[in-house]
């Protein structure tokens, strides 16, 4: 069965720290690009950064970038994304998803529109 399965989130204090796992099940994510997003309480859903199949792409929104680091291991079928630093407005519900055309390039990252599966996400809350 094609199956995204995030975890990690969690409770955590401003200036912590976390990892999220994505993985996939029923499929291998190495021809994948795969999409980080977050979605807050009475917003919009936000891209927070995207890797490319290989790796060699990696890009992020100007609100985590430096904090936020997404890897991709291709072995473990799993797309990660650590998270250093955390602030209030961190707290969302944190979404995986494949991109199977590799639209992660050069500065762009993709649209939700250009991504195909999303897992059922993972809360992180940030607070004191």
């Known amino acids: 069965q094609f199956k995204l399965v995030e975890s990690g989130g969690g409770l955590v204090r401003p200036g912590g720290s976390l990892t999220l796992s994505c993985t996939a099940s029923?499929?291998?994510?190495?021809?994948?690009?795969m999409g980080w997003w977050r979605q807050a309480p009475g917003k919009e859903r936000e891209a927070v950064a995207c890797t490319s199949s290989n790796g060699a792409v990696r890009n992020y929104a100007n609100s985590v970038k430096d904090r936020f680091t997404i890897s991709k291991d291709n072995a473990r079928n799993t797309v990660y994304l650590q998270m250093n630093n955390l602030e209030p407005e961190d707290t969302a519900t944190y979404y995986c998803?494949?991109?199977?055309?590799?639209?992660?390039?050069?500065?762009?990252?993709?649209?939700?529109?250009?991504?195909?599966?999303w897992g059922q996400g993972t809360q992180v809350t940030v607070s004191a």
């Open positions: 998803a494949t991109d199977p055309i590799n639209h992660c390039t050069g500065w762009h990252i993709p649209i939700d529109s250009e991504y195909e599966s």
């Open positions: 029923g499929f291998s994510l190495e021809w994948y690009g």
